[in-house]
């Protein structure tokens, strides 16, 4: 019998240890987890582990919406202990807002079925998305293509938030598309307006392509986001991009005849009209895009080497000067060679302008070797004629275009130079979505990534968000154990009613990387101990019983 005893009494310590009394009553909410993590952050010389815990509370639907049940709290208890108490606030509860538009100029097109343009897709989401905030919600608006067009701050004053919202209406409304994508800057200025406004808030930022402007980088964007606790969450409109880098080589005519004007209505020569054009399509170029000038008129110049920097590459256009004549076809092809040894896996392309016909002395080389060297490459060729159709040889070039995959333009003035410059760009270099980049803001900010193919489905994508950012609570605080110890993070989440806890289940471990000792918790030490007084205790039992048995 004393045998029995001494090995009942590890497993009876373990068993009397204290907890916290369960004095719940009928569940009324459930708490649905939807992040977790663990952070450090620098306070003073030290670094000190945070905990922060997302969550949602689904009300029963046999439990009614009462003033009452409005003043209740939610309690967060970490290893037992009690180290938060948030005030459970209505559906409708107030939020700070700043929503970042994308109206560059690929918002242009169509997307999905509709047949409507992205940009008039994205109108009626955002209206939506400002319908769902309560009346006694804020937001600012940021519209941006290259630059930052529209800059609304939210307000602080809360009788002027109808006027305001009035407002940003009207400016979405006004929106036209046009330019580049510089969405990061885009969310680093709503960072920078949210920063200091307390309670709720988030940036919500809605993009269809490829960052190709921003001066933010993603990591000084998530840091911003992520020291002052503003979460943002990203909206991809249309195809997920294809290509990581984009590789062109501009082949362009400084010929003797660019000296004049492309239409009789023109301020500018030709040459003046391609400084400006040209250097607009290095100008909204993506960050991984890399080109070279290629200039030519009689002979072709030798290339400078293949590079990303943009105002080097806009140097060297400004200081083309209009001489000679016109060798197309030969400088056509050496493009294709510079393409051809610049060897860089992603989009390639060579884009070629010129106001006239190959003239002599004449290329050394024929359209048709041109075309079956850029077949053979796999190189498309986007050719632009500028001036009068008569002076151009707009059935070859469109030939070249056309059997290589490329396009061909034709700019009857300067103006619409401009706009084939600036709209060939933003197609070469915006060619979807940057997945996994919006992806990478919204995760490590505390946000959340959507991704609407058809840009049809932004209107239910924004009703969501604008549901979340308003259902959703978000909780940090100092961890108990300031270890890196490798214990598990023990929280439990329960909503307490005039002194009674109400409902409980939203327990959850946060693994935490190190090593575990056992002196770190008295309950693991005594299961531990426990264990290793039976593991001893095993052959004297073993033996009592061979004895008893023995002498049966």
Known sequence: MRILLVLALPFFLVAVVPGRADDAEAAKYDVEIVKKFLS???????????????????RHADQKETSEVDKSNIVVYEYNEKVKEVEILSPRAALTTVLAMD?????????????????????????IFLD??????????????????????????????AAHRRKIRALIAAAEPKGGTAYLDAASLGVDYLKEIPGRRAVVLMTDGVDMNSKS?????????????????TLGIGELGKYKNVTTVLVLDHSGSMKEKADANDKRSKIEALRTAASRFVDLMRRDAQTTVQPFSSEVDVPSNFTDDKKLLID????????????????????????????????????????????????????????????????????????????????????????????????????KLFEIFEKLSIDLHDDGINEQELRDLAKSTGGEFFWARDASELSRFFTSIASELQST?????????????????????????????????????????????????YQIYLALLACLGAFLLVPLGVRHLHRFYGGA
């Open 316 to 415: 060297s256009i400004k200081n083309l000067q209009p001489s000679g004549g016109t060798s197309l076809y030969d400088a056509t092809y050496d493009g294709l060679e510079t393409l051809a040894a610049a060897r860089r896996n992603g989009r390639n392309a060579v884009v070629v302008l010129t106001d006239g016909r190959d003239e002599a002395p004449g290329s050394r080389v024929s359209d048709r070797l041109v075309i079956e060297r850029a077949k053979q490459l796999g190189f498309p060729l986007y050719m632009l004629g500028l001036g009068q159709k008569e002076e151009i040889n707009e059935a070859v070039m469109r030939r070249m275009a056309k059997e290589t995959g490329g396009k061909y333009f034709h700019a009857g003035s300067e103006q």
């Open 40 to 58: 450090s952050r620098l306070s003073g010389d030290q670094n000190v582990f945070y905990v922060t815990v997302e969550f949602k509370l689904l």
């Open 473 to 521: 609570y978000s909780v940090s605080f100092p961890s108990l154990n300031q270890k890196n110890d490798g214990r598990d993070n023990p929280i439990d989440i329960e909503i307490w009613e005039n002194g009674r806890c109400v409902s409980k289940g939203g327990s959850v471990n946060l693994a935490r990387h190190g090593v575990l000792v056992a002196e770190m918790d």
């Open 217 to 233: 980088t993603l990591g000084e964007v998530i840091k911003l986001a992520s020291v002052n606790r503003v979460p943002i969450y």
């Open 103 to 127: 109206v560059s100029g690929s918002m242009e097109n169509t997307s999905g079925g509709s047949g409507l343009r992205k940009i008039d897709e994205a109108k009626k989401a955002a209206g």
């Open 132 to 161: 769902n905030l309560s009346s006694n919600s804020e937001t600012g608006l940021i519209l941006f293509d290259h630059q930052m067009q529209v800059k609304e701050r939210p307000l602080r004053d809360a009788s002027l938030y």
